[in-house]
């Protein structure tokens, strides 16, 4: 079942308000020197970290998903039991 809400009429303030909010939701939208002339986006400074970091990450999960099958080979004899409370 398919609820239909009745339309009225906006207010003088309710219109305003409306307009307010989509000049507000214009500035949101990438201004012209942040996209390129043919298109895509401009390559910044978060860019260029997220692929100085990828490799550390992809490093990390590959080393977090392996462990369980090396963790047996890892000498621990000098470590010790963990402590108990």
Known sequence: ???VRNEE???TEELVAKEKLEAKMAEWESASTEVSEEGGEVFDG???GLWIAFPFIVFASLLFF???FIMDSI???SVGPPPTV
Request: glycine content about 0%; aromatic content about 14%; charged content about 20%.
């Open 1 to 3: 079942m398919r609820m």
């Open 9 to 11: 009429p906006l207010s």
């Open 46 to 48: 978060f860019d260029l």
């Open 66 to 68: 392996v462990f369980p």
């Open 75 to 77: 000498d621990v004899s």
